[in-house]
């Protein structure tokens, strides 16, 4: 069974800490402390989801606890419990990290729907980062593509989160909100990025580019969402590349050209499991597909390529353009705009070209990325 996430309350009177107990134990792991030693002293010792905290008590402040936990265990959410006249203070402490506070006297169904919003959201947090560091794991190392298909299809309980977070992600109607699962898969793909220290970032611009794309165009509510999607997840394939080929700088040889643009099927036999939506598995099978249908891996030509992956390739292509590489630096704009009608109808979709150079010629050097933050380091 899964372990029920813990709370420690910190109120020096009586009254509102068995009144919390009452309300969260038969929902949490609940202590208790009356004092601020007592609590910094359970804090540190025990493995704690959350604290709710008295400002007010004697000796050891609460905003000096609050302090204490951001800076030695961040992860620990904190409420703040407070009357009416101290509100200011209640402010005061969400600007020190606070997640919430609690207004006294308690009403009952605020008490557990602000708990458990919090909650949950940490959980989801916890599970990400769990989820993150399994993954780290296996990006760090070189390992052979059989070696990364066979960590993630051992690990059913990954695969099914990872199928329940795609699924929300799909879910159509509700906007897609900040910190939500997107979040994940944005962060899912920035651990990817590292991998790739130059192309840091480039999940999210290839997005950034794919939606004004989109704004000019007339797609669904869900096809918006899985151009979102495939956008930050076009290269989860180099999961499965070789880092030293990946990180090599100057031409490939043959073998190594081969195993690079094996990249998109990876991708595919990666995600099968997940069992995606067809527009995203298309996007990261084909996003190195050529309009003229010189391209690969299957060679596909004009309309056949379904219309998101037409608009992350460009997306892709266009942001290999704006940002430096190992081999060349940024172009400047007027190149960028030459090469891209230069290249429509053969690499490009020629509507979504026009569609792109409309962009520019709204936004000009706006467009481009800050120059440039240098790449991360890499750990793995
Ligand atoms: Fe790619």
Redesign the pocket.
């Known amino acids: 069974m899964e372990s029920r996430q813990s709370i420690l309350i910190v109120d020096d009177e009586a009254g509102p800490r068995e009144a919390l107990n009452m309300i969260l134990k038969p929902f949490y792991g609940v202590y208790n402390a009356t004092d601020g030693n007592q609590a910094m002293d359970m804090i540190r010792k025990t493995d704690l989801d959350m604290v709710i905290l008295d400002l007010k008590m004697p000796g050891f402040q609460g905003t000096d606890i609050l302090r204490e936990i951001k800076k030695e265990k961040n992860q620990i959410e904190v409420v703040i419990l407070t009357g009416f006249g101290s509100l200011k203070t209640a402010v005061d402490a969400i600007r020190l990290g606070a997640a919430d506070y609690l207004l006294k006297p308690f009403n009952v169904a605020e008490i557990i729907s602000v708990i458990n919003r919090i909650l949950a959201k940490k959980k989801q947090r916890d599970q990400m980062t769990d989820f993150l560091n399994e993954l780290g794991g296996m990006v760090g190392y070189d390992s052979t593509l059989e070696e990364v298909r066979h960590s993630l299809t051992n690990k059913p309980a990954l695969i099914g989160y990872l199928k329940e977070v795609f699924e929300q992600v799909m879910e159509p109607g509700d906007m897609v909100q900040p910190g939500n699962h997107l979040e994940f898969v944005r962060v899912l793909s920035e651990t990817l990025e590292n991998k790739d220290p130059f192309t840091h970032g480039h999940s999210s611009r290839v997005n950034y580019y794919s939606n004004l794309l989109a704004q000019k165009m007339t797609l669904s509510q869900a096809e918006l969402r899985d151009l979102q999607v495939g956008a930050y997840l ?2 989860i ?2 999961l499965g590349v070789d880092t030293k080929i990946i990180y090599k700088e100057g031409s490939f040889t043959r073998q190594e050209l081969l195993l690079m643009r094996r ?2 099927e990876i ?1 595919v036999d990666l995600v099968t499991p997940i069992g995606l939506s067809q527009n995203v598995v298309s996007i990261i099978r084909h ?2 597909e050529f309009y003229n249908g010189t391209g690969y891996p299957d060679g596909l030509k004009g309309d056949a390529i379904p219309v998101l992956t037409r608009i992350v390739s460009t997306s ?1 292509s266009f942001d290999a353009m704006v940002t430096d590489r190992p081999y060349r630096k940024a172009l400047p704009l007027k190149e960028i705009v030459d090469e891209l009608k230069q290249c429509a109808g053969v690499q490009f979709d020629p509507d979504l070209v026009r569609l792109l150079l409309e962009i520019i010629e709204e936004k000009g050097e706006e467009i481009l990325p800050k120059r440039f933050q240098a790449p991360r380091s890499v750990t793995a």
């Open positions: 076009h290269d394939g180099k990249h998109p991708g996003h190195h892709e």
